[in-house]
């Protein structure tokens, strides 16, 4: 868990939140925010966290990556890339060409590698694409320039576009595309739909990709949207479901995770389990981030963040229940506390006063 530290200098008021009970059970959702009624629940545990704002008013936003100790944030249909010092002074980077926003398409996933070069992963004319974009001058002053296309015609719809992009602990730059409404695709190892992408820097097959001239690292999935490792390697993703059961995944190479053959825990030969497993309307998880032996886990429709024991990731704690409504993504700062995204302004949440916005939760240790 992480460690309690003192209270940043931009934030605003301390408060406690209490969170309501856990729960683990299962129904039918069609996309990252259906309706369904969950079944019975098991499991799971609640509870209290310190949060404070860190800003307020964006529009849209999707994503965020630490450049240093500047956040950069993306705002899916406004294309924008604005900055956010860390005395939480906000201004925008600039706006990345060609972007075309429609359903869950738009700008989606930021990521920052070891050279601090900015990617990011978008829905342009021909479908999704990733990207390589220049940024010049220094944090509190930085402009967005030239773009470099890496990996484009990456399969689109207006929903299942995945678009979460992360380096890996191996300097690889990994991608979740979603099976753009195309169940089947995610089976056909000659699609990149419905896939976890494997890359280089400069967007070439890895060597030691699973298949060769490929770069497919694991494929049967609908919709992933979080990737992060633990300390010790272990790659999880998290997965939207679609009839009974949003996903939690360990990450192996070559391996097929079951869509749309199987959902969730089935027991099948040919296909890897999750490791936890959650009924669409009590979860929809999207981002996520390992900090200290902790996977934590932003939720739509649920409306939660989760903690995820990496040493026994079948069960969880819950915070935030219901209090910030619709939760995108989640870092880790660099004081070591973690920051929230909210996600109300799509037309699909209740956006409060002050929506969208970044909170930072101080979990007890």
Not at 21 to 31: E, L, Q, Y
Not at 74 to 101: C, K, M, P, Y
Not at 138 to 162: Q, R, W
Not at 200 to 223: C, E, K, M, Q
């Amino acid at each position: 868990m992480l460690r309690r530290l003192s209270l940043a200098a931009s934030a605003g008021l301390v408060v406690a939140v209490l969170a309501a009970g856990c729960t683990t059970g299962g129904d039918a959702a069609p996309s990252e925010d259906a309706s369904g009624e969950p079944t019975a629940s098991t499991g799971g545990g609640s509870a209290a966290a310190e949060v404070q704002d860190i800003t307020t008013g964006l529009a849209l936003p999707w994503s965020m990556a630490f450049l240093g100790d500047t956040l950069l944030i993306s705002e899916r249909d406004t294309a924008r890339i604005v900055e956010l010092d860390s005395a939480g002074n906000r201004r925008e980077v600039g706006t990345v060409e060609g972007v075309r926003h429609g359903g869950e398409g738009g700008l989606l996933g930021l990521a920052v590698d070891d050279h601090d070069r900015l990617y990011a992963y978008s829905t342009g004319t021909d479908g999704n694409r990733i990207q390589r974009l220049t940024l010049d001058g220094a944090p509190g002053s930085l402009a967005l320039g030239d773009a470099e296309t890496l990996v484009d015609e990456l399969p689109s719809s207006s929903n299942h576009n995945g678009g979460r992009i992360a380096f890996g602990p191996d300097g690889m730059l990994y991608a979740g595309v979603g099976d753009a409404g195309e169940p089947d695709s995610a089976q056909d190892l000659d699609s990149l739909a419905g896939k976890i992408l494997r890359m280089t820097p400069d967007g070439d097959v890895p060597a030691d990709n699973p298949y060769p001239d490929s770069l497919v690292f694991s494929h049967g999935h609908r919709n992933v949207q979080g990737l992060a490792w633990a300390a010790d390697g272990t790659m999880f993703a998290s997965e939207f479901g679609q009839n009974t059961w949003d996903e939690l995944n360990v990450i192996e190479a070559g391996e097929n995770y079951g869509w749309p053959v199987v959902e969730g825990i089935a027991d099948e030969e040919g296909f890897v389990d999750p490791v936890q497993q959650w009924s669409p309307a009590d979860a929809s998880p999207s981002g996520i981030t390992v900090a200290g032996n902790t996977v934590f886990i932003a939720n739509l429709r649920g409306e939660r963040l989760s903690a995820v024991p990496v040493s026994d990731p079948a069960t969880s704690t819950e915070y935030l229940m219901g209090e910030y409504g619709r939760l995108r993504a989640v870092i880790e700062a660099p004081d070591g506390r973690l920051w929230v995204l909210t996600n109300n302004t799509s037309g699909r949440g209740k956006p409060q006063p002050g929506d969208d916005r970044i909170i930072s939760i101080d979990i007890p240790a």
